[in-house]
C-alpha cells in the first residue's frame, strides 16, 4: 500500500502553454521576417556568429523554415561550435497563426511527453523546451540581431 502512494505522477503536458509559445513564435518569425519567399535565403548576423533561415517548404496554408548556425565565433579547442548548436525545422500554420519546431540536429520528432528516465535522456516535456528555446532565440535575433539576405529587394 506504502508503495502505492509514493508513486509519481506522470507529467502531463501544459497545452496551454504550448500552445502559448508556438503563438508567440509564429508573431516574432512573421515580425523578422515579414514576407516570406521560398527564393531567399534569410542571414541573421548575432555577436556570437550567422544564422540561415529559409523556407524549405511552402504550401496554402503552411510553410517550413531551416535555421541554421553557419558560422560561429565560439570556439571549443580548435573547432567553432557550429556544430553543436541546434539545428532547426519550424512548421508555420498560417491559418492557426504558430509555429512548431518540428526537428532540430539531434531530434528528428518531438512527442509531447517523454517518460523518464529513457533511453536518450529526454526531458518529459522537451517538446515545450525546444519551443521555448526558439522563443528565446527569435527573442535575442529581434533585440540584437541584423537580417540580410542574397536578394537586394530584401535587404
Not at 507529467?11 to 508573431?27: I, T
Request: include cysteine; aromatic fraction near 10%.
Amino acid at each position: 500500500m506504502a508503495s502505492n502512494s509514493l508513486k509519481k505522477a506522470k507529467y502531463q503536458p501544459d497545452m496551454l502553454a504550448l500552445h502559448r509559445a508556438h503563438s508567440y513564435n509564429y508573431l516574432l518569425i512573421l515580425k523578422l521576417l515579414p514576407e516570406l519567399d521560398r527564393e531567399t535565403p534569410y542571414f541573421f548576423h548575432l555577436d556570437n556568429g550567422c544564422y540561415q533561415l529559409s523556407v524549405c517548404e511552402q504550401t496554402q496554408y503552411t510553410s517550413v523554415l531551416d535555421i541554421e548556425n553557419i558560422a560561429s565565433s565560439v570556439v571549443i579547442g580548435d573547432e567553432s561550435a557550429t556544430s553543436l548548436t541546434p539545428r532547426l525545422k519550424v512548421r508555420l500554420y498560417h491559418d492557426a497563426q504558430m509555429a512548431e519546431v518540428l526537428a532540430s540536429r539531434q531530434i528528428r520528432y518531438f512527442k509531447s511527453r517523454y517518460d523518464y528516465p529513457n533511453r536518450l535522456m529526454q526531458q518529459p516535456d522537451e517538446k515545450y523546451q525546444i519551443n521555448k528555446f526558439l522563443t528565446q532565440w527569435l527573442e535575442h535575433c529581434f533585440k540584437d540581431g541584423r537580417v540580410m539576405t542574397l536578394d537586394p529587394r530584401h535587404s
